[in-house]
């Protein structure tokens, strides 16, 4: 039986929780897949996978595993010492991508404070102490903290908060001829996200990524990839990058990185690399046993032909039922994205009303998300199975009928 302090409601997070957030009224309670229930014993499908985290699902067999297993041996040292589930796990990302070493963090925020942190640390170590220029992206979303909320590019997450880290400057995504007209010497790095996520759901063109590898060598400036969001088999490979040919000089990952348990990385070169030295950074619990084990499993599981492979199979399937839904109730201009990072962008007569969509779509028990007020975003499971798709569809579907209908 519930005592008084077991009964949690979501009236309680207004009373207890920063108001930082605006959370659903539902409360999830349990999930398993791709399906989570809350208190009351609804179930939902779950669209929204944390936002693109729980790459494999809720409670995967194989992660519950190994956080058991790791959480009998070892969860935490310090940085003093290092510990085998990290060593294992960097070994596995260097021989899986252009990476050299690699430091994990956190967050996604933490990884690309410190991505941007080296940039700037290695151009004024081996070039100038004036080279500090940062060329960023409208719409960009690279994370929370002030460095990294400012190179963002948008103002709505960094106004208020006092001066802002100086000598960033934002241009148009996908416009080359932009980039090409405020970089110089000065610049020490170009931050891009392959497919930007929460501007909208929209993919860089193989051209504007090849441009600005061409820039920043011909400037000597260092080319970021954020992949927070579309990395770790995301997009239907293990990185963004390799669909475009294009190798960065740093990466950044988090997200589907530990599968739902808190961990990042920034992948690098020696060359890069060698400019930082004992102190030079660091982190309390980055790269901890326990968030090292379970994304060394999840990288196991995700880092495979048919993981990968069926990333595309199922994308296929999402854009079939929304284009049908699209065209049903005159809904959608535009289906976008990569592999299972999905936009579907409303039309000019639905436009401001993402969050309606969102809502009523918990409503009829599928989890969704949005990205930005014209944009709704799916970011399921990368092996969510067919089943489950069809029947969030059906609710999704559902959902607009209401909205539409009143």
């Known amino acids: 039986m519930a005592t008084q302090q077991d009964a949690v409601t979501r009236a309680n997070f207004d009373d207890v929780i920063l108001p930082i957030y605006a959370p659903a009224e539902f409360i999830p309670v349990k999930g398993k897949g791709s399906r989570v229930w809350d208190q009351q014993g609804k179930e939902y499908v779950d669209f929204a996978g944390g936002i693109a985290v729980t790459a494999l699902g809720h409670c995967h067999p194989a992660l519950v595993e190994t956080l058991k297993t790791q959480g009998e041996t070892l969860w935490h040292t310090s940085n003093v010492f290092t510990n085998e589930p990290a060593l294992r796990l960097a070994r596995k990302l260097i021989d899986a991508t252009f990476a050299e070493r690699v430091v994990f963090m956190n967050s996604g925020t933490e990884a690309n404070e410190t991505a941007f942190k080296l940039a700037r640390f290695y151009a004024s170590t081996r070039h100038s102490p004036y080279k500090t220029k940062i060329i960023a992206f409208h719409n960009a979303f690279h994370g929370r903290s002030l460095f990294t909320v400012s190179v963002g590019g948008q103002p709505k997450y960094s106004d208020g908060f006092g001066p802002k880290p100086a000598d960033i400057i934002h241009v148009p995504f996908n416009d080359l001829h932009a980039v090409k007209a405020v970089m110089d010497d000065h610049t020490c790095a170009v931050v891009v996200e392959p497919i930007q996520g929460e501007g909208g ?38 990185f963004a990058y390799m669909h475009y040919g294009v190798t960065p000089d740093i990466l950044t990952s988090a997200k589907a990185l530990g599968g739902g348990f808190p961990i990042s990385a920034m992948l690098t070169t020696h060359e890069i690399a060698s400019v930082f030295h004992a102190g030079s950074h660091g982190s309390t619990y980055g790269g901890n046993p326990l ?32 284009q049908q839904i699209g065209e049903k109730f005159d809904l959608f201009s535009d289906i976008r994205g990569m592999g299972l990072l999905i936009g579907a962008e409303l039309k000019p007569h639905y436009k401001g009303r993402a969050r309606d969509f969102l809502y009523a779509a918990a409503d009829a028990g599928v989890m969704v998300l949005n990205a930005g007020p014209d944009v709704m975003r799916f970011v399921p499971s990368l092996v969510i199975d067919a089943q489950d798709i069809e029947e969030g569809m059906k609710r999704f579907a559902n959902a607009v009928a209401k909205v539409v209908n009143g």
């Open 201 to 238: 759901v929209t993919a860089a063109t193989p051209d504007f990524l090849k441009g600005l590898r061409e820039l920043c060598d011909q400037h000597n400036a260092l080319l970021v990839f954020d992949e927070v969001q579309c990395g770790m088999g995301r997009s239907g490979e293990l």
């Open 291 to 322: 968030a090292c084990a379970v994304a060394g499993t999840a990288f196991d599981i995700i880092n495979t032909p048919e993981v990968l492979s069926g990333v595309n199979e199922k994308r296929q399937l999402f854009v079939k039922h929304l």
